[in-house]
């Protein structure tokens, strides 16, 4: 069953689909969307921040998963859900700044970076002494695109019930108080851009590094879910 959106100036409840997420990451944050499939390899549609473009999309096929197109305005650093979850408390405790963060429906875990860190990676490692381990720990930037979490706070806690969704956010790029109604897409004009910041890539990076080591050292009979979206803060605006 489709999460819903009820808000009081209207009558009837408001269901967000893939086109107004699309839209909402096109408008609000410039970041480009385009239609595409769960498989990062897979050619997806060019993505863009055009919303005619977007809408002939989605007219075409109305369900088609949200991909954003990383390498443009952020870069993502992929780890497995359990070094995921071990490196946002590590982060919490040490008061280590942490960016926008997805889990993804296959359980791992995506921290938002900016943009060029992805080609950087594998000198960044070299240079914090992680190049020669194998960290599971994986990069997303030019070129790639990841599934686009539901930007609209009352979608994040349902379970996963829609065909299109494969990420939720575990803290969002905004404050969820500045996300609009589904239904006031079209007064959303490109006058309201939200500029996300990231945190600093070596210090995220090393953090990354020591969970994802710990839990290569230390599996756990099964993977650690994340905690309820409430116990982590929103990025900064």
Do not use: K, N
């Not at 870069?75 to 070094?83: K, S, T, Y």
């Not at 997303?140 to 609209?152: H, I, K, L, N, R």
Request: net charge neutral.
């Amino acid at each position: 069953m489709a999460a819903t959106l009820v808000f009081a100036s209207r009558s009837a409840p408001v269901v967000p689909g893939p086109l107004d997420e699309a839209l909402w990451y096109a408008r609000a944050l410039g970041w480009p969307a385009g239609p595409g499939s769960l498989d990062p390899a897979h050619e997806s549609a060019a993505a863009t921040t055009d919303p005619r473009v977007l809408a002939g999309h989605w007219a075409a096929g109305p369900s088609a998963p949200v991909r954003l197109a990383a390498g443009v305005r952020f870069d993502v650093l992929d780890v497995p859900g359990a070094a995921g979850v071990r490196a946002l408390d590590r982060a919490e405790r040490l008061g280590v700044p942490i960016g926008p963060v997805a889990a993804t429906g296959t359980g791992r875990i995506q921290f938002f970076v900016a943009p060029g860190v992805a080609g950087d990676l594998p000198a960044l490692l070299d240079w914090l002494d992680w190049a020669d381990l194998d960290l599971d720990l994986r990069a997303y930037g030019e070129g790639d695109t990841v599934a686009a979490p539901s930007p609209w706070p009352a979608t994040w806690r349902a379970p996963w019930p829609r065909s299109w969704e494969h990420a939720r956010w575990l803290r969002p790029p905004v404050d969820p108080g500045r996300v609009c109604p589904a239904g006031d897409l079209a007064a959303l004009g490109a006058v309201l851009h939200v500029d996300v910041r990231f945190p600093d890539v070596t210090r995220l990076l090393s953090t990354l590094a020591h969970a994802c080591q710990h839990v290569r050292l230390f599996p756990r009979p099964r993977a650690t879910e994340p905690r309820p979206l409430t116990h982590h803060r929103p990025a900064p605006a």
